[in-house]
C-alpha cells in the first residue's frame, strides 16, 4: 500500500486507524474474565521478578552504547576523519547518521569562538596566577 502513487496522505492515516481500531475492539471482546469480590487486597504496585530486572538492565545499558555511538559518530567523522559537510549532508540524507548531530557552519563558528575564549580566560587565568 506504502507503494501506490497518487494517494493521500489522508487516506493512509484513515486505513491505518481503522485497522487500528479493530484490533483494539477485537482484543477488547476477547480479554479474560475477571474474578471479582475475593475479599483480598490486592497491591496496586508490585516490583518486577529479578529476572525481568537482568532483561532490563541489559537493555539499559545496550540503549546507553547506541546513543553514545550515533552521538559521537558525527564528532568522529568532523574531527578525526576530516569530512566535508557536503559528504555529511549526504549521509545524513540515507539515514548512515543523526541528522541533529551535522552542526551548520554558524554553530561551528560560535563553538569555535567559544573554545577560543576558553582559551584566552585560561591563559589570563594562568598570568594573573
Given amino acids: 500500500m506504502a507503494a501506490v502513487p497518487g494517494l493521500p496522505t489522508l487516506l493512509y492515516f484513515v486505513i491505518a486507524a481503522v485497522i487500528f481500531s479493530g484490533a483494539i475492539v477485537f482484543s477488547f471482546l476477547h480479554q479474560l474474565p475477571v474474578e471479582r469480590g475475593t475479599g483480598e487486597k490486592e497491591a496496586v504496585f508490585r516490583l518486577p521478578e529479578r ?65 577560543f575564549r576558553e582559551r584566552m580566560i585560561n591563559q589570563l587565568r594562568n598570568t594573573v596566577n
Fill in 51 to 115: 529476572s525481568l530486572w537482568i532483561i532490563g538492565a541489559i537493555e539499559f545499558y545496550a540503549v546507553i552504547g547506541e546513543g553514545a555511538m550515533a552521538d559521537w559518530s558525527g564528532v568522529y567523522l568532523m574531527k578525526v576523519l576530516n569530512a566535508k559537510a557536503a559528504s555529511l549532508a549526504h549521509l545524513a540524507r540515507m539515514n548512515y547518521i543523526p541528522k541533529a548531530y551535522a552542526a551548520s557552519k554558524e554553530m561551528c563558528d560560535l563553538r569555535q569562538l567559544l573554545r
